[in-house]
């Protein structure tokens, strides 16, 4: 899967993740998003949310993977820190896997 | 019109899981059933499932073609469960581990995958099944009691972790019912148990389909984390 399409669904999926959030915790939709941990937009569960939303439509395209495995959340450096470190962390999981 | 209410039950070939798949049938709600063997139950509204909730991948798939179909879950009740009355000492460990396999395990990996789904419910709900041998400590039932009592801290743990979903996580705890699973109880085990209880009767599935319509209730919001037992065991 082109690295481009991945990013575009990760955008995606916060798109959709904003309906359900409050005005002020909607996430600001940008190529560097912050997204989880220091200066991030989200919370534990608003990120649970976007990965599963992230999940359920690389699905749709026919790529299962899990984003929240054991040694995602222990990292040092976390994968859901911002939009280009989960993008790379979905590429390098696809890439894994084949 | 109110939408109707689309609900995937474990476990739906016999026992309990029929009854309530029937009962939610006859409400006029959409079901899901799932269990490892085919089902002679046929409805418009029923949609049966061929899965063993140890097979994480079979749980994906299924989780994935109701998504595609039905966008949605209102509810999931992880009813399967398995049974072995074995006094302690005389339990082999590989009967103990597939319990924890099927009523814990399953629970869990369903829970885990249904997340996504019930999301997209304004009333979303998770219902365990475990048992007043929890509470009662029942000699001759360790591995099956410890494998519920796993089932109800799950319960309370989701609870926390899925209520800012709006996800309510509850468990019902029947007395004994006249199903398959205490077939291998003696008459007298289960008259002693029914003797134990603040209400003196076997239950029935209505007894338990009444406390799991009361879960389900969207004026149930408030109620989380919460294990109710039949028949007056605390």
New interface residues.
């Given amino acids: 899967m082109e690295i481009e399409l991945i990013e575009r669904i990760v955008l995606e999926s916060i798109e959709i993740s904003n309906y359900?959030l409050d005005d002020d915790k909607k996430i600001i939709i940008s190529h560097d998003a912050k997204l989880f941990g220091k200066d991030g937009q989200l919370d534990s569960?608003n990120l649970?949310?976007l990965l599963?939303?992230v999940?359920?439509t690389l699905?749709d395209q026919g790529v299962?993977i899990s984003l929240t495995d054991e040694h995602a959340v222990s990292v040092a450096r976390s994968p859901f820190k911002d939009v280009p470190s989960l993008v790379n962390y979905i590429d390098l999981l696809i890439k894994t896997m084949q | 019109m109110t939408q109707k209410r689309q609900i995937l039950i474990t476990g739906t070939t016999k026992g309990l899981g029929d009854k309530l798949a029937r009962h939610f049938l006859d409400e006029g709600d959409i079901v899901f059933g799932c269990a490892r063997s085919p089902t002679d139950l046929t409805h418009d509204n029923y949609h049966h499932f061929c899965l063993d909730v140890t097979d994480a991948k079979g749980i994906k798939e299924v989780f994935f073609r109701i998504r595609q179909d039905f966008g949605r879950l209102d509810a999931l009740i992880n009813n399967v469960g398995i049974a072995s009355m074995n006094a302690f000492a005389l339990t082999p460990l590989e009967t103990a581990r597939k319990i924890m396999e099927v009523n814990y395990f399953g629970t869990f990996s369903c829970s885990q995958r249904a997340i996504g789904l019930l999301r997209k419910s304004k009333a979303p709900r998770i219902i365990n099944l475990s048992t007043v041998a929890v509470p009662l400590n029942l000699e001759g039932e360790a591995a099956y009691a410890a494998s519920k009592s796993a089932v109800e801290t799950l319960t309370r743990i989701m609870a926390k972790e899925l209520g800012g979903f709006g996800i309510t996580c509850n468990a019902v705890g029947p007395s004994p019912i006249a199903t398959d699973l205490i077939k291998g109880v003696g008459e007298e085990k289960i008259q002693k148990l029914i003797q134990a209880q603040a209400i003196k009767r076997m239950a029935t599935p209505q007894d338990v389909i009444n406390v799991v319509e009361f879960f389900l209730r969207p004026e149930s919001g408030m109620i989380t984390g919460q294990t109710i037992y039949l028949g007056g065991i605390s």
């Fill in positions: 359900t569960m649970v949310a599963i939303q999940e359920e699905q299962e």
